[in-house]
């Protein structure tokens, strides 16, 4: 199935980061069997994809596929990188109602976040301040307010800092790498795109999916402008990390957004960070962004 998959994969020029989540649909499949029909079985490993070691049994096993398929009246089948030793330990160790993984979304991007020892009270508060600016501009209109969305805000809070476990210097970028590479069980490929890049932009630059850009859907290039416009103003008023900014609220009038910062201490390092973020908030927001600073009292 993932020599299936990668060839799919390549046939339609999509980058392959592993077909974790890859949909290989009936055409495709009709379309490499008859690519692989056309060929002896010592040439079809030349198809991209397709291992040395499987050349000989893939037609055979794409044929099987395409029946079963055909029988069940499916469009594509949803593959896994996991093989027959993971599903008899699945079956065997993790059976049960309810369920272990209630939301294997979440235990996904948790789990490799604890593989890389991420410095959870950061990201926890990252992940908050971001949600709570994701929802109140929501509520002003600025955008869809799309749930899945809010779902790829949280994963990339939680997991934009694994790239430490690399190297300081460029985190940003091992993130991305890491996280494109991961599997995350759960996601489809396009939404790991979204993930990575937005990790990817925390720090700074203008997002841009680059060589992803074949995964992505209609609306992704605005969708990755909001995740990591709000990541990016998460971190930095999380710059300190000791949760000295405990809140943040964005209320927006007259073609601007007030962000509005609660603390009761010295936050100006916070504060000018956050105020480096005009150009990105505006590209995704088309609002121009001005930050406050008020007192618990004073709200």
């Not at 993971?86 to 993984?101: H, K, M, R, T, Y």
Request: proline residues 4%.
């Amino acid at each position: 199935m993932r020599n299936l998959a990668s060839a799919a994969q390549a046939a339609a020029g999509l980058p392959s980061y592993g077909v974790q989540g890859f949909v290989l649909s009936a055409k495709a499949l009709d379309e490499l069997i008859e690519r692989l029909a056309a060929l002896p079985a010592d040439e079809r490993a030349h198809i991209k994809g397709i291992k040395y070691a499987r050349a000989d049994l893939i037609l055979a096993g794409a044929v099987v596929v395409r029946a079963v398929l055909e029988a069940g009246d499916f469009d594509g089948l949803e593959v896994t990188e996991e093989g027959l030793r993971e599903g008899v330990f699945f079956a065997s160790l993790l059976p049960g109602d309810p369920p272990l993984f209630d939301d294997v979304r979440r235990a996904s991007v948790l789990n490799l976040a604890a593989q890389y020892r991420v410095d959870p009270a950061h990201t926890e508060h990252v992940a908050a301040l971001a949600i709570g600016l994701f929802d109140d501009l929501a509520r002003a209109g600025l955008h869809p307010d799309d749930p899945i969305e809010r779902e790829l805000l949280v994963a990339a809070c939680v997991l934009h800092d694994i790239g430490m476990s690399v190297d300081y210097d460029d985190h940003h970028k091992h993130s991305r790498y890491l996280i494109l590479n991961a599997g995350l069980p759960g996601f489809t490929p396009r939404e790991v795109a979204l993930i990575a890049q937005a990790a990817r932009y925390h720090r700074k630059g203008m997002p841009d999916f680059g060589e992803l850009a074949p995964l992505t859907g209609e609306g992704d290039d605005a969708r990755l402008d909001r995740l990591a416009a709000l990541l990016r103003l998460a971190e930095d008023l999380e710059r300190s990390r000791d949760q000295s900014v405990r809140a943040a609220h964005v209320a927006g009038e007259n073609g601007v957004v007030r962000l509005e910062l609660e603390s009761d201490g010295e936050i100006s390092v916070a504060r000018w960070a956050a105020e480096r973020e005009v150009d990105l908030f505006a590209r995704a927001f088309d609002r121009r962004l001005k930050v406050e600073v008020v007192t618990s009292a004073s709200r």
